[in-house]
């Protein structure tokens, strides 16, 4: 299979003077690169196809890539001309430059687990009670559901057959995610009340999914806290400064 790295044009930390996050240095080395090398040890990658400011990129990682693609202001735009490279597969990982903690046995993990549930596509999740075990001084947000509190992770598997179905989805989302009402045009309100309230469950949100979009969706709970701890912020550059 193949991966797409998002390495969008989000500022990150001024002090470093460069505007593509993936090029932030940690340690001396970019952050985009702890990415790539831990993709690099997974058997089941092939190529990889980064999105992002392409000039940037192409004098810093050019050697470890096999497509360096101009990006766009659009998460979903990207991903979709990503998938240009990778015309006629029928599963792609897809992940951000900025989990630098990454490594190569959370994504096994996750690609073994998706591929067995035959989804379309496939979310990372991970639980509070392990994130805190592990890296207690970390700040994450979470979801509050029946089965308990969880966060997003940052890598996505997906059949590329779904894009078109799940485009307008995805555009909607993002632009509604600010406006609880127009979300619940969507979703629905007893959907987002049930979210609310914390008694909401997986299976159910799964479910919605399919019926929204028309596809087999799946949540992998993640044993690898590492998958969601992306960098957003100064305090999560030492966080992570400390871990590699």
């Known amino acids: 299979m193949n991966a797409i790295v998002l390495a969008g044009e989000k500022k990150g930390e001024k002090a470093n003077a460069i505007e593509n996050k993936a090029l932030l240095k940690i340690n001396d080395k970019y952050m985009i690169d702890y990415v790539l090398d831990s993709l690099r040890k997974v058997p089941q990658i092939d190529k990889i196809a980064v999105v992002g400011d392409e000039e940037q990129l192409s004098g810093a990682i050019a050697n470890k890539v096999d497509y360096i693609i101009q990006g766009t202001d659009s998460i979903i735009e990207n991903i979709m001309i990503a998938l240009d490279c990778f015309t006629g597969d029928k599963e792609i990982l897809l992940l951000t430059c900025d989990i630098p903690m990454i490594t190569h046995e959370a994504l096994e993990h996750f690609i073994k687990n998706a591929r067995e549930k035959n989804a379309d596509l496939c979310y990372s999740i ?45 555009d909607q989302m993002l632009k509604f ?37 028309n596809i087999n969706a799946a949540v992998v709970i993640s044993p690898y806290p590492e998958i969601g701890n992306d960098v957003d912020k100064i305090s999560d550059i030492e966080f992570v400064k400390k871990y590699l």
């Open 126 to 170: 991970v639980e509070k009670s392990l994130n805190d075990e592990r890296y207690p001084e970390v700040k994450r947000t979470y979801a509050k559901l029946k089965e308990g509190e969880f966060t997003g992770g940052n890598v996505f598997y997906f059949n590329p057959e779904i894009k078109e179905r799940c485009r307008d989805f995805a």
């Open 177 to 213: 995610r600010k406006s609880p009402a127009k979300m619940a045009g969507i979703l629905g309100f007893v959907f987002l009340i049930k979210l609310a309230l914390g008694i909401l469950t997986i299976d159910a949100i799964k479910k919605k999914c399919d019926k929204l979009l």
